[in-house]
C-alpha cells in the first residue's frame, strides 16, 4: 500500500481507467454521501465512465438537497436486484473508497470487486484508492491518500478537485496534505480561481459533508482554512439558511419522538461525566423510526455542562448476525466526547475506530444491558473524572 501525499498518482490512475466505482461505509452519513456524490459528478465532469454505490439509507436531509439519485443503492439481501450494479463493480479497472479505510464497514459492493478474473474489459487486477480522514487504514488497498488533520471527506475531495485544475495549469503539484512542514509551499485552497469544475450541485454536496462533519463548524479541526473553502462552495448560490434548518433543525413527528424517547433513555454516570442512551430495535417499531433517524442524537448529551463523554447505543434493525448459530444481536455505538477527553481508544478497544472526539464500534451480543455493562466497566478502568 502506497502512501499518497499529493494526487498526481490519482490523477494517472483516472486518467487511464475505463471505468470507475467509486464506494463508502455502510449507514453512511453526510459526509459519506456528500463526498461520494461530488467525486462522482466530477468523474463525469471529465467524462468518465463512472458509478458510485451505497448501502442502507441515506439521511433524509441529503435526500432532500442533493443529487443522491445518481447514486447506486446495493441491496444487501437481494442478488436479483444487484445485478446491474454487480457487472459495473465486476468490471472496474479502478475502485475508490471514500470516508472508510475498514473493508468490514464497506460491506457488500467489495464483495463485486473483481481481481485477477476475466471479464468485459480482459483479465486485470483492479487498482484500488482509498480516501480517507480517519486513523489507522487496514492495509487492502493499492493506494491510500488520508488526511487526519482535515474536518471530513468532503474537504479532501474539494481539495482533490480544486487541485485538478491547479495541475492542469500548472503542471505541477505540491504537498496537498494538511500539515505540511514547508508553510511556504502550502496551497491556498481558498483562491477561487481553480473551481472550474466544481457547480452548484457538486458545492452542496460538499458543504454537506464539511458541515455535517464539524457539528456545524464547531467540532476541533474547523479552522480559517475550512471555513475558507465553504465560503467558495457558497458562492455557487445555495440558500445558506434553509441548507442549515434542513440538516440541522428539521424533524419529522416520528423522528421528534425517538428523540424524547431517547432522552428520556438517557443514564448520567460517573458523578455527570458521562452520559450513556439507547434505542432498541422495538423503540425504533413504536415510534415508526429507522436507524437513519438515530443518527445525530449521539451528541446530545454534550449540550450539557459538565458531560464530557456521550455514548449512544442502536440495536441494528437488519441483525446481520441473523445467519450465526447463536441468538447474538447487532448493536451499533456512537462515541463523542468533549475537548481533550479521547474516546478514540474507547472505540479501537470494541474493534471500531474513530477520531478523538467522534468513533464508532459495533458489537454482539444477547442483550443490550450486556454492551452497556461492558463499556461502563471499560470507562471505570481507562479514564478518570474530576
Not at 54 to 81: A, G, M, Q, R, V
Not at 244 to 250: A, G, N, P, Y
Request: with cysteine; proline share 1%.
Amino acid at each position: 500500500m502506497i502512501f499518497l501525499n499529493n494526487f498526481i498518482q490519482i490523477f494517472e490512475l483516472i486518467n487511464s481507467a475505463k471505468q470507475i466505482s467509486i464506494f463508502t461505509h455502510e449507514k453512511p452519513d453526510g459526509d459519506a454521501i456528500g463526498s461520494s456524490l461530488a467525486f462522482l459528478l466530477f468523474l463525469r465532469k471529465i467524462k468518465k465512465n463512472v458509478n458510485s454505490f451505497y448501502i442502507d439509507e441515506i439521511p433524509h436531509s441529503s435526500n432532500l438537497i442533493l443529487l443522491t439519485k445518481n447514486l447506486s443503492f446495493i441491496d444487501s439481501y437481494n442478488e436479483e436486484y444487484n445485478s446491474t450494479s454487480k457487472e459495473h463493480i465486476a468490471n472496474s479497472d479502478l475502485i475508490f473508497i471514500l470516508d472508510v479505510n475498514n473493508k468490514k464497514r464497506i460491506s457488500k459492493p467489495f464483495n463485486y470487486v473483481t481481481n485477477g478474473v476475466e471479464n468485459s474489459l480482459g483479465k486485470q487486477n483492479a487498482k484500488i484508492v482509498i480516501i480517507d480522514h480517519h486513523q489507522m487504514p487496514e492495509e487492502f488497498a493499492d493506494y491510500i491518500y488520508v488526511d487526519v488533520d482535515t474536518t471530513s471527506t468532503c474537504e479532501i475531495i474539494y481539495k482533490l478537485i480544486w487541485s485538478y485544475s491547479y495541475f492542469e495549469k500548472n503542471n505541477q503539484l505540491e504537498n496537498t496534505l494538511s500539515e505540511v512542514n514547508d508553510k511556504s509551499k502550502k496551497l491556498n485552497f481558498a483562491d477561487n480561481s481553480y473551481l472550474n469544475y466544481v457547480d452548484y450541485d457538486i458545492a452542496i454536496s460538499l458543504y454537506n459533508g464539511i458541515i455535517t462533519d464539524t457539528g456545524n463548524f464547531k467540532y476541533q479541526r474547523t479552522d480559517s482554512e475550512v471555513l475558507n473553502i465553504a465560503s467558495n462552495l457558497l458562492e455557487f448560490g445555495f440558500d445558506l439558511v434553509e441548507t442549515h434548518k434542513i440538516i440541522f433543525e428539521s424533524l419529522s413527528f416520528n423522528k421528534y419522538q425517538l428523540k424524547l424517547l431517547v432522552q428520556n433513555q438517557t443514564e448520567f454516570l460517573f458523578n455527570n461525566n458521562v452520559a450513556i442512551s439507547y434505542v432498541t430495535k422495538k423503540d425504533f417499531e413504536n415510534t415508526n423510526t429507522s436507524m437513519i433517524d438515530g443518527e445525530g442524537f449521539s451528541s446530545m448529551p454534550l449540550e450539557i455542562e459538565g458531560i464530557n463523554i456521550s455514548i449512544l447505543i442502536r440495536e441494528d434493525l437488519n441483525n446481520l448476525n441473523k445467519d450465526a448459530n447463536n441468538n447474538l444481536k447487532i448493536y451499533r455505538v456512537s462515541y463523542r466526547s468533549f475537548g481533550e477527553t479521547n474516546i478514540q481508544k474507547m472505540a479501537l478497544n470494541f474493534g471500531g475506530g474513530g477520531h478523538k472526539n467522534a468513533s464508532g464500534s459495533t458489537f454482539e451480543a444477547e442483550d443490550i444491558t450486556v454492551v452497556i455493562d461492558q463499556i461502563k466497566n471499560y470507562i471505570n478502568t481507562n479514564y478518570k473524572f474530576e
